[in-house]
């Protein structure tokens, strides 16, 4: 065996941040424009380099402040995962933690230090072409959007994103935005209301434009769904529905 040994990566880490929300029906995610080089002009994901000495946690807050004008303090950052594959970025060895935040009623962001531009977009567009966000963005997008499917399967979730009072409706909506599927309004509305703790019926209702009143709901105290709300049968359990494509 050769005695000679490989040297150690010199690394760089960053951070980089997944922010998803609901806006106009649809589930978004804020994206910068690159004001510097590399990948100068391109859409990318709120970030940038740990400085030395500073926590993670406190690197992606600060970073989503300076670049997009959001407080990281008011949102529940969760560490999404390491990427760090060679080549990932031109400038060397970058390692980076990336963070996902899911949240309703976030703000338009307000681009700031190396950012020219700060927006909102809808994550279908974001995900259409693998190489359109800077360095590998695209990938660290679609790891999270596939959280956050998963998050609305295991927990109560979808509720923070309605009003103090929501209807039905309301809540399958945000299960379709997220998921990117219609489902079957009688299975879920069956599947919401058989499991303990979702959601709590107010004793109000709401006038609809036409056909009867729409009873109102609340969040119930569970924070894990169980039997969970899976979005298809090849998981395992009981499926929502999903409403089968027109032929």
């Given at each position: 065996?050769?005695?000679?040994?490989r040297?150690?990566?010199?690394v760089?880490?960053?951070?980089?941040?997944?922010?998803?929300?609901?806006?106009?029906?649809?589930?978004?995610?804020?994206?910068?424009?690159?004001?510097?080089?590399?990948?100068?002009g391109?859409?990318a994901?709120?970030?940038?380099?740990?400085?030395?000495?500073e926590?993670?946690d406190a690197?992606?807050?600060?970073?989503?402040?300076?670049?997009t004008?959001?407080?990281?303090s008011?949102?529940h950052?969760?560490?999404?995962?390491?990427f760090?594959?060679?080549g990932?970025?031109?400038?060397?060895?970058?390692?980076?933690?990336?963070?996902?935040?899911i949240?309703?009623?976030?703000?338009?962001?307000v681009?700031?230090?190396d950012?020219?531009?700060?927006?909102?977009?809808?994550?279908?567009?974001?995900?259409?072409d693998?190489?359109?966000?800077?360095?590998?963005?695209?990938?660290?997008?679609?790891?999270?959007?596939?959280?956050?499917?998963?998050?609305?399967?295991?927990?109560?979730?979808?509720?923070?994103?309605?009003?103090?009072?929501?209807t039905?409706?309301?809540?399958?909506?945000?299960?379709?935005?997220?998921?990117?599927?219609p489902?079957?309004?009688?299975?879920?509305?069956?599947k919401?209301?058989?499991?303990e703790?979702?959601?709590?019926?107010?004793?109000?209702q709401?006038?609809?434009?036409?056909?009867?009143?729409?009873t109102?709901?609340r969040?119930?105290?569970?924070t894990?769904?169980?039997?969970?709300?899976?979005r298809?049968?090849?998981?395992?359990?009981?499926?929502?529905?999903a409403?089968?494509?027109?032929?």
């Open positions: 065996m050769s005695s000679a040994r040297a150690h990566a010199a760089k880490v960053t951070v980089d941040l997944a922010i998803l929300t609901v806006r106009e029906g649809r589930l978004q995610v804020l994206l910068i424009e690159r004001g510097n080089e590399p990948f100068r391109r859409a994901l709120p970030g940038g380099f740990l400085r030395d000495g926590d993670l690197a992606a807050r600060r970073e989503l402040r300076e670049e004008g959001l407080d990281g008011a949102l950052l969760a560490q999404l995962g390491a760090g594959a060679p990932r970025d031109p400038r060397g060895r970058v390692v980076t933690i990336a963070y996902l935040a949240a309703p009623h976030l703000p338009v962001p681009p700031g230090s950012a020219s531009g700060a927006r909102w977009e809808p994550v279908e567009a974001s995900l259409a693998p190489d359109r966000l800077a360095f590998d963005h695209g990938d660290i997008l679609r790891t999270a959007v596939d959280r956050a499917r998963r998050e609305l399967e295991y927990t109560t979730l979808a509720t923070v994103f309605c009003g103090e009072t929501f039905m409706g309301e809540l399958r909506e945000i299960y379709e935005v997220v998921w990117g599927v489902l079957d309004p009688r299975n879920f509305s069956r919401v209301k058989k499991t703790g979702f959601v709590i019926p107010s004793g109000e709401r006038v609809q434009e036409t056909g009867r009143p729409a109102l709901y969040r119930g105290p569970a894990t769904l169980y039997p969970p709300m899976l298809g049968a090849d998981q395992g359990g009981e499926p929502v529905g409403v089968s494509p027109a032929r």
